[in-house]
């Protein structure tokens, strides 16, 4: 699986952003699906991740300090999981990363060691 993860950009303060990771292999469906983001000077940290699915349930799990804000969501057609950012903060400037495992249905995976591939990431900084 490789991935492209796109979208990031520069933003104010409470604004929005959508991010985008496009992945190849005709599996897509069969793989969970995480963002994480990494700050300068600061380790890789979790912020949402999606379960894959045989009867149409996902389950997904977030990090606190973006409950609320954020959402991410999968599209099994295009191949395609999104991270749609709202309320934005300066504290969620990072490198935003999109990673995918395979795992049995309805598991979210939210540690950087249970994936095994990554998009290159995508830079997203938000101004006070």
């Known amino acids: 699986v490789q991935l492209q993860a796109s979208g990031g950009g520069l933003v104010q303060a409470g604004g929005s952003l959508r991010l985008s990771c496009a992945a190849s292999?005709?599996?897509?469906?069969?793989?969970?699906m995480g963002w994480f983001r990494q700050a300068p000077g600061k380790e890789r940290e979790f912020v949402a991740a999606?379960?894959?699915?045989?009867?149409?349930?996902?389950?997904?799990d977030y990090a606190d300090s973006v409950k609320g804000r954020f959402a991410i969501s999968r599209d099994n057609a295009k191949n395609a999981v999104y991270l749609q950012m709202n309320s934005l903060k300066p504290e969620d400037t990072a490198v935003y990363y999109c990673?995918?495992?395979?795992?049995?249905?309805?598991?979210?995976?939210?540690?950087?060691?249970?994936?095994?591939?990554w998009g290159q990431g995508t830079q997203v900084t938000v101004s006070s």
């Open positions: 292999g005709r599996t897509f469906s069969s793989y969970a």
């Open positions: 990673a995918a495992a395979w795992a049995r249905p309805g598991i979210v995976l939210v540690r950087t060691t249970q994936y095994t591939y």
């Open positions: 999606l379960s894959w699915s045989g009867d149409s349930t996902y389950y997904a």
